[in-house]
């Protein structure tokens, strides 16, 4: 494993300390349409599964409070489902699954988006886990499936 905040070429910061997966992604776009690219279930359905399976379920009650679960038809028996904790369109976006907390965070930076994405794990023997388990490699194929996905609606808008 990587030392304490360390960088890879692919956006990925580990950073042990406070045993947190940290992405970050840029995107020649508004803050609100990768935000809404999160939260809108019609076009979550276009990029969230690494592998490029399409999501079967896809619901999402966006509100604190409220829940969401995705899953492919190989994983319909095990969603992705947790519960939305902040929602500051298009700035933030808090989510607890898989006793991990997200964050969603976007920053506009010269015209552009900067799209930094957290999973903050329990305890460093979660973190080591969700590692070994692929959670590093899947998030960030997702996430480039989204910079490809928000380059096509700009192609089209």
């Not at 940290?22 to 990768?34: E, G, H, K, N």
């Not at 619901?59 to 604190?64: G, V």
């Not at 552009?112 to 959670?135: D, H, N, P, W, Y």
């Amino acid at each position: 494993m990587p030392a304490d905040n360390s960088a890879t070429p692919t956006g990925l910061v580990i950073d042990e300390a406070t045993h947190t997966l940290r992405f970050t992604r840029t995107f020649d776009a508004p803050a609100a349409m990768v935000f809404e690219a999160w939260t809108q279930p019609e076009q979550i359905r276009c990029w969230w599964d690494p592998d490029g399976v399409p999501l079967v379920v896809c619901d999402i009650d966006l509100r604190p409070g409220g829940g969401f679960a995705f899953a492919t038809s190989n994983h319909i028996d095990r969603p992705f489902s947790g519960i939305y904790r902040e929602i500051d369109p298009p700035n933030r976006l808090v989510f607890e699954a898989l006793h991990t907390t997200g964050r969603v965070l976007l920053q506009s930076v010269d015209g552009k988006t900067r799209l930094i994405v957290e999973i903050q794990c329990g305890s460093a023997e979660q973190l080591a886990q969700f590692i070994q388990m692929g959670v590093a490699s899947g998030t960030s194929r997702t996430l480039d499936n989204l910079v490809a996905y928000i380059q096509r609606q700009n192609v089209t808008a």
